[in-house]
């Protein structure tokens, strides 16, 4: 087995990882190892931008008061304050790296800043509506450039490997991880000093999401399996408006568009959102996507829609190049007539339990971006908050680590090769295939906007099944990234339900009929979720 050696390794190439890497690049040998194309993660889908007080008028406390009041009294304060206060200086290194954000026509000396919901005034910095793909571009050109920093695509790790999984004398910490070569299907070893999660979202975990194919959790679940503590499973946003079409794949309306004057209506023309919250179309992610939800299962409609016809053709193709191209596609002229969506999966506000700077309780390991929770977003992240907390979280994990020095620790440990026992390869894809179906079917049906106590045990009793199953496949045959990715979502899955069920109240993103109003007799906790390393199915009840 081949092992390679590093002072740093990143996992994970949306804007987290490759800010970390591009800081930790100026003083230490980094491996960035994504599991596709370096270009391809969620960060790179994103449309709305990064919401950063940095109008004259605007007020570090307004964004607070607006995140806060989102999170729906689990945010915690002080991190709240202090991801937010750091916004504009990291913008400004972004700036340095070659990103542009859009200027307002006319006034180059001022952003062009975007509305979006739960924000009190104007504030999200974007670059069209393809900000993601902006940020990708700059950024990976200067990892390209960095002579420390080696980018392996098609890396794809499998499990992060201890000193206690290793069995070795001392406290337990992090030396490397195996992955998987998808090109040439050998396992390998990376050992660092210090390794970072950065692997995004879990987007797949659900059958109809908004992100694109690599958001299998692999981080969370890989985290969970080496003992780590999660927070927050349960809070899982649904963009309130995905393009309704069979061949559109999810694709998003950036909330941009209702902040540019888009109004959701009903299949009769009727705007609805009034009758949920007065602020309309531009209430908070979680009480829009539940109205959608309640309009279609009252009225028996498949999708609502969003009108934004009241703009100009004109207007709209500069101010949403993508989105109106995408619909157009689609035979849908926005200008011309409402635009049908649906929600679907965007955004997990919980994740591995880490600080600001990323630190984690298992020392060589640290997370940041969304795989990690630091507890900005609390119950309902605010629009654009995540790309945010990725660029300041990245830019203080990687200054964490430098300033305690690569550990040359994990550089001695032996890392054995990893073993395949008397796996054989696989001749039944076909279980991949179902059991990947059938796992974001149960989560979309039973663990989706509206829960209930029972269909909750029911999608715990189906995933644990399945997740037994996977596990003798996962030993019986030679790995594949399709079964590293099953194995995967149906971690998480679990981790969803088991953190669903652990919340007798509904708090922001969390709504069970069994407990239709928050638990005010106690101040709001935070759900954690921490088992023994392995990951082993069992049948605990929590
Ligand atoms: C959007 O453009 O609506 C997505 C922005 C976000 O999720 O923060």
């Given at each position: 087995m081949q092992v390679l050696d590093c002072d740093n390794l990143v996992i994970g190439s949306g804007l987290a990882g490759l800010m970390t890497a591009l800081r930790l690049g100026r003083h230490s040998r980094v491996i960035l190892a994504t599991?596709?194309?370096?270009?391809?993660?969620?960060t790179a889908y994103a449309q709305g931008g990064i919401a950063c007080?940095?109008?004259?008028?605007?007020?570090l406390e307004e964004h607070v008061r607006d995140t806060l009041g989102a999170g729906a009294g689990l945010c915690r304060e002080p991190v709240v304050r202090a991801l937010l206060a750091e916004g504009a200086d990291r913008i400004r290194e972004l700036e340095a790296w070659g990103v542009r954000f859009e200027r307002r026509a006319g006034r180059e000396e001022e952003y062009d800043l975007g509305q979006e919901g739960g924000h009190s005034r104007r504030r999200v910095l974007h670059a069209g509506d393809m900000t993601g793909r902006e940020l990708i571009r700059a950024l990976l050109q200067q990892a390209e450039a960095c002579p420390n920093i080696e980018i392996r695509p098609e890396l794809m790790a499998i499990d992060l490997v201890t000193t206690g999984w290793l069995r070795r004398p001392g406290p337990n910490r992090c030396v490397g991880a195996y992955l998987l070569?998808?090109?040439?299907g050998a396992v390998l070893a990376i050992r660092a000093g210090h390794t970072v999660l950065a692997t995004g979202g879990a987007g797949?975990?659900?059958?109809?999401?908004?992100?694109?194919?690599?958001?299998?959790g692999d981080g969370l679940a890989m985290a969970w399996r080496a003992g780590l503590p999660i927070l927050n499973l349960e809070f899982v946003q649904f963009?309130?408006?995905?393009?309704?079409?069979?061949?559109?794949?999810?694709f998003l309306v950036s909330e941009a568009v209702r902040g540019e004057g888009g109004v959701l209506v009903n299949a009769a023309g009727e705007s609805f959102m009034e009758k949920y919250d007065?602020?309309?179309?531009?209430?908070p992610r979680d009480i829009v996507a539940r109205a959608i939800d309640q309009e279609m299962k009252t009225r028996g409609d498949s999708c609502v829609y969003l009108d934004?016809?009241?703009?100009?053709e004109k207007f709209l193709r500069r101010r949403f190049p993508n989105i109106y191209a995408t619909c157009l596609k689609f035979g849908i002229h926005m200008a011309r007539e409402p635009v049908p969506v649906v929600p679907a999966v965007h955004f997990f506000?919980?994740?591995?339990?880490?600080?600001?700077?990323?630190?984690?309780?298992?020392?060589?390991l640290s997370a940041c971006g969304?795989?990690?929770?630091?507890?900005?977003?609390?119950?309902n992240r605010l629009a654009s908050n995540s790309l945010l907390e990725a660029m300041v979280a990245a830019h203080r994990t990687a200054e964490t680590i430098l300033a305690a020095g690569s550990s040359s620790r994990a550089a001695r440990e032996e890392i054995p090769p990893w073993q395949s026992g008397a796996a054989v390869p696989s001749d039944e894809g076909i279980v991949v295939e179902h059991n990947w179906n059938e796992v974001r079917t149960v989560m979309w049906d039973y663990v989706g906007i509206v829960r209930t106590n029972r269909r909750l045990e029911r999608a715990l009793r189906r995933i644990r099944n399945l997740r037994r199953e996977i596990r003798e496949y996962y030993l019986d045959y030679l790995i594949t990234p399709d079964i590293l990715e099953l194995r995967n979502i149906a971690d998480v899955a679990e981790l969803v339900i088991r953190s669903a069920r652990r919340r007798r109240e509904s708090r922001g993103l969390h709504y069970t009929l069994d407990y239709p109003?928050?638990?005010?007799?106690?101040p709001a906790q935070e759900t954690r979720i921490q088992d023994p390393p392995g990951g082993a199915v069992t049948d605990r009840l929590d």
């Open positions: 599991k596709k194309a370096a270009d391809e993660s969620n007080v940095i109008d004259p008028d605007d007020r070569d998808r090109r040439s797949k975990v659900y059958l109809y999401t908004s992100n694109p194919d690599v958001a299998t963009h309130p408006t995905c393009l309704y079409h069979p061949e559109a794949k999810s007065a602020r309309g179309s531009l209430a934004i016809t009241r703009r100009s506000c919980g994740g591995v339990e880490a600080g600001t700077d990323g630190r984690t309780q298992l020392p060589g969304e795989v990690a929770c630091t507890g900005l977003h609390g119950a109003q928050p638990d005010s007799s106690r």
